[in-house]
């Protein structure tokens, strides 16, 4: 049963992107067409997998003074690799995902969940949360991608879709739209969860794993406040 | 000199970081609730861009590209980030402490800040050589700063007025963030105009 909660967590309860708030770079860029917001998706997930793997595999190995820097050149050799599989087999996403796709270093769920989550679990339980945040991620992707995709450019994975295809709204394809989409479906996420907040939460920053010395510093963990 | 200038205002205007191409979104909705935190931020955004790109750049032309390393670029980069961001801080805190006082808090927060990272990768992505780099790096540094600083006006606003329940926070920053972007638009085509190409 615990087994299968950390893999369904990231899914709904604790979605990366809806409720937790990270990754919003990724998400708002390419969220434009769905087959890249896929690929982008399983992108992070691969690496996110390795990498809390690896992690959780070593925590007791790396000392915890340089565990940062540590998790970051993990990342960073994922990434590589990902980059040049991509390059090798899927020229036009890697392509599309242009600049994005290395940034996938600096994503906070992935060195958000190594922090949270891989330093201090079994490495089984690692990679069922790794894979479940991925999903996670790759849904919301989906999701935002579809509705950007269909209303604003009338077509889905490239299909033309008969009405929209003349009647677009094309602002939603581009940067103002992925804002506005984005904040919608947090309303939506809110309304349909009812969420209670308690006062004292740290309300959107609690996954983000620059949290700590924001809130040292009476900045950030109040995004909601 | 045209040339530059273009690549100056292309970045601050038209390509603007947080607005146009979604980087460095985590400080633009975390740190922009007031004015002197928003400046801070992105005072220091500027300094570690252009520190960065002027150390990047040269690694990547002159260690990387000659030894045919190029695959490692973004395991580099990110590693000389967050080494130049901490060097700066215990440099800033041991010869400079007024300047420390006042950027120290945001250094960290840095390391990874996508938009720092990102600038690097894409100045070497459009072949830009070093002065086209500092520059683009300069530029996108004053777009973040000239975003953050709009932006916390908006936010003093959106604070105290009272949306229906489920916008309350977030929802009602990204859609104001939204019309901001919106109202770049009009700088579309500036570039252009001014410098014929």
């Known amino acids: 049963m615990s087994k299968l909660s950390n893999l369904t967590r990231g899914i709904i309860r604790e979605n990366p992107v809806l409720v937790l708030v990270l990754g919003t770079c990724p998400t708002l860029a390419v969220s434009t067409q769905a087959s890249n917001a896929v690929g982008m998706g399983l992108a992070a997930t691969f690496v996110l997998v390795c990498s809390n793997i690896v992690i959780s595999a070593l925590r007791n190995i790396i000392p915890d003074k340089v565990r940062i820097p540590c998790y970051i050149v993990l990342i960073a050799g994922f990434v590589t690799v990902v980059q040049m599989v991509l390059e090798a087999y899927a020229y036009s996403l890697f392509k599309a995902l242009g600049i994005y796709l290395p940034l996938i270093v600096v994503n906070c769920i992935i060195l958000g969940r190594a922090e949270m989550f891989a330093n201090k679990n079994r490495v089984i339980d690692s990679a069922l949360d790794g894979l479940g945040m991925g999903i996670g991620f790759t849904l919301t992707l989906l999701v935002m991608a579809s509705i950007r995709e269909i209303l604003g450019g009338g077509t889905w994975f490239g299909m033309p879709i008969p009405w929209l295809r003349d009647n677009g709204i094309s602002v939603l394809t581009m940067a103002p739209g992925g804002f506005i989409v984005f904040g919608c479906l947090i309303a939506l996420v809110n309304k349909i969860m009812d969420r209670k907040r308690n006062p004292k939460d740290k309300g959107y920053c609690v996954g983000c794993p620059s949290a700590d010395t924001c809130s040292k510093f009476g900045m950030g963990g109040e995004i909601n406040g | ?197």
């Open chain 2, 1 to 197: 000199m045209v040339k530059l200038i273009s690549v100056l205002m292309a970045a601050v205007l038209v390509n603007n970081y947080v607005l146009r191409q979604f980087l460095g979104i985590c400080p633009f909705l975390g740190v922009s609730k007031d004015l002197k935190s928003a400046t801070g931020m992105s005072i220091a955004v500027i300094f570690v861009m252009c520190l960065a790109t002027a150390v990047t750049w040269c690694i990547h032309m002159y260690l990387l590209v000659p030894r045919g390393m190029e695959y490692l670029q973004t395991v580099v980069f990110i590693l000389v980030i967050a080494a130049l961001v901490q060097l700066v801080e215990i440099a800033l805190k041991k010869n400079i402490p007024a300047l420390y006082r006042a950027l120290g808090v945001y250094l960290p927060l840095i390391t990874t800040n996508c938009a720092v990272l990102g600038v690097t990768i894409a100045n070497l992505d459009r072949g830009y050589g070093f002065a086209e780099s500092m520059v683009n790096a300069l530029g996108s540094g004053l777009g973040f700063f000239l975003a953050m600083v709009i932006f916390s006006g908006v936010r003093y606003r959106t604070e105290t007025s009272e949306p229906p329940k489920p916008f309350e926070g977030l929802p009602l920053t990204l859609i104001s963030a939204s019309i901001l972007s919106l109202s770049f638009f009009g700088f579309n085509g500036i570039v252009e105009n001014l410098f014929g190409g």
